[in-house]
C-alpha cells in the first residue's frame, strides 16, 4: 500500500518534542541508530486534560487478552475518559520473535530528577527535562501535565518477583519501526530517553525518527 | 502515648471518602472485615495539582541507598513520592505487615465494561463522589494509577506482561499505616467490584484511623 509521508523527522539524543497526528494517520517511531528508547505519551489535540494512562492500558489490555504491561494493543486515555485514543498497527519488536522473554516494551516510569538524585547522579538530565521541554512546544507546564506513567517503547524492563524494577538491553535494532494508528486527533509527546547509566539505551543515547504518514 | 487516637470512622462498602491528614500525624487503613481492597488517592492539602504517583513511588523507593529494595519496591512500597516536577516525599509507609498491595490502576466504567458489567459501579464512582466536598473531579486526577492496600494483584515477569489477580490475603484487623510528610488530602474508595476475586467477590467496608506520629516524626517537624 502507498505511504503519503506527511512529516518526517529525526529527534535529536537526549531531547524531547512534540507532533500533531491527526484522527486516521499513522505515527512512526523508527530506531535511526538501534538500542534507543523512547518514552511517549499522548494528548488529545482538542482537550489536553484527556491523555494517555499507560499503566491503565496496561490493564485494559491484559482484561482483554490483548497485551500488558510489556506490550500494548490498544491505549486508552485516563478516566473519566477512558477513550482509545490509537491503536498499535504494527510492532516489528513486540510482534516478532527476537529471541525475548517478553513483549518489549514498558508501561511505566521515566526518568526523573529524584531518580537520578537517589541514584547519586544528581544533575544528570532526564526524561522529566525532555518532557518539560516538549510540553512547552504547546504552551504546557509539567504542573499540569502528566508523564510518569508513559510508554516507553522498546524499553525492555519488567517487575521482578521482589518487585523492584529489572531492565535488560532493548531488542530493537536499527531500522525497526513500531506503528500506532491515531483514532482521534493527538498530540504525541515524545522523550528519546537521555540515560546513558543503565542498559536501557544500552549505555549510549542515541537519536529517533519519526515520521506522520496516511496510507492509502 | 504513641497510639494517640485523633479520628476514627467506618467508610461503608462500595463507597469513597476524602479527609485531610496533617504532617506527622499517622494514618491507619484497617480490614474492618477483612478480604476487601481499600483503593487510596493522596494530594498535597495546600496545592491538589501536587498527587501521588503510585508507580513512580514503587521505583523511587526500590532505587536508593544503601541498597535496591532496602526502603522498599514495587509490592512493598516504603516512601510515597508526588508527581513530577514536585517529587516530593509525602508519606512513609510505617507499618505493613501483610504487605499485599497494587501499585496500579483502580477499577473503572471501563474495566466493569470489559467484564461484562457495563453500568456497575467502580472506584471511578467512589473517587468522583468522595472528592466533589474538595471540589475535586475526576478529570482533575491526572493519573489513575492509586495504592490499592490488601489487593493481592502481581504482573507476570514474562510474555506481554499480564496481570494475575487472586483474592485477598488480609484478614479482619490487619492494617497498613502511614506517617504524612506533608499536609495531605487522602481519598479512599471502598472498591466496590464484586465480579472479580480481587475483593473475594464481595464488598465490604473499610476502617480509617488517625493517630498522633510518632516521636521521631515530631523532632523532624520541629
Known amino acids: ?216 | 502515648m504513641s497510639d494517640n487516637l485523633i479520628d476514627e470512622f467506618v467508610i461503608p462498602k462500595c463507597s469513597g471518602k476524602a479527609f485531610k491528614v496533617n504532617r506527622g500525624q499517622r494514618l491507619r487503613v484497617i480490614e474492618y472485615e477483612g478480604k476487601q481492597v481499600a483503593s487510596l488517592m493522596f494530594f498535597n492539602a495546600h496545592n491538589y495539582k501536587e498527587q501521588f504517583m503510585a508507580e513512580f513511588s514503587g521505583g523511587l523507593s526500590y532505587m536508593q541507598p544503601p541498597n535496591m529494595g532496602s526502603v522498599g519496591s514495587h509490592y512493598r512500597l516504603g516512601e510515597l513520592y508526588s508527581k513530577v516536577p514536585y517529587e516530593n516525599l509525602m508519606l512513609r509507609v510505617t507499618d505493613n505487615k501483610l504487605g499485599d498491595h497494587f501499585l496500579g490502576t483502580h477499577c473503572t466504567k471501563k474495566t466493569m465494561e470489559i467484564q461484562g458489567v457495563p453500568g456497575h459501579r467502580s472506584c471511578s464512582d467512589n473517587f468522583s463522589d468522595a472528592l466533589q466536598e474538595f471540589g475535586l473531579q475526576l478529570k482533575d486526577v491526572y493519573s489513575p494509577s492509586v495504592l490499592n492496600a490488601f489487593a493481592n494483584v502481581t504482573i507476570d515477569q514474562k510474555g506481554d506482561g499480564v496481570l494475575h489477580v487472586e483474592p485477598p490475603r488480609s484478614e479482619q484487623g490487619d492494617y497498613i499505616e502511614f506517617e504524612a510528610e506533608m499536609d495531605v488530602l487522602v481519598a479512599v474508595s471502598a472498591c466496590p467490584d464484586d465480579q472479580s476475586v480481587i475483593n473475594d467477590h464481595s464488598c465490604k467496608a473499610i476502617q480509617i484511623q488517625i493517630l498522633e506520629g510518632s516521636e521521631s516524626a515530631e523532632k523532624a517537624a520541629e
Not at chain 1, 494517520?25 to 486534560?49: C, M, P, W
Not at chain 1, 510489556?70 to 513486540?94: F, H, Q, T, W
Open chain 1, 1 to 216: 500500500m502507498a505511504e503519503n509521508i506527511i512529516e518526517d523527522i529525526v529527534v535529536p539524543r537526549c531531547s524531547g518534542k512534540t507532533m500533531k497526528v491527526n484522527k486516521g494517520q499513522v505515527f512512526r517511531v523508527i530506531a535511526h541508530e538501534g538500542k534507543q528508547v523512547v518514552d511517549l505519551t499522548f494528548l488529545n489535540a482538542s482537550n489536553y486534560k484527556e491523555h494517555f494512562a499507560a499503566e491503565h492500558s496496561a490493564v485494559l489490555n491484559s482484561m482483554q487478552g490483548i497485551g500488558g504491561y510489556y506490550r500494548l494493543n490498544k491505549l486508552y486515555s485516563k478516566p473519566p475518559y477512558e477513550n482509545v485514543m490509537a491503536k498499535v498497527i504494527s510492532d516489528s519488536v513486540g510482534d516478532g520473535d527476537r529471541g525475548g522473554e517478553r513483549g518489549g516494551h514498558f508501561m511505566m516510569c521515566h526518568c526523573s530528577k529524584r531518580l537520578l538524585d537517589h541514584l547519586g547522579m544528581p544533575g544528570t538530565r532526564t526524561c522529566s527535562d525532555n518532557f518539560a521541554d516538549a510540553f512547552k512546544e504547546i504552551g504546557l507546564n509539567q504542573e499540569d501535565t502528566y508523564d510518569e506513567t508513559i510508554f516507553n517503547v522498546w524499553m525492555q524492563s519488567w517487575i521482578g518477583e521482589d518487585g523492584g524494577m529489572c531492565s535488560a538491553p532493548p531488542l530493537v535494532e536499527e531500522g525497526d519501526s513500531i506503528d500506532f494508528l491515531a483514532e482521534m486527533d493527538l498530540i504525541a509527546v515524545i522523550s528519546v530517553c537521555p540515560d546513558e547509566t543503565s542498559p536501557c539505551n544500552d549505555f549510549k543515547a542515541k537519536a529517533l525518527r519519526f515520521q506522520v504518514l496516511e496510507e492509502g
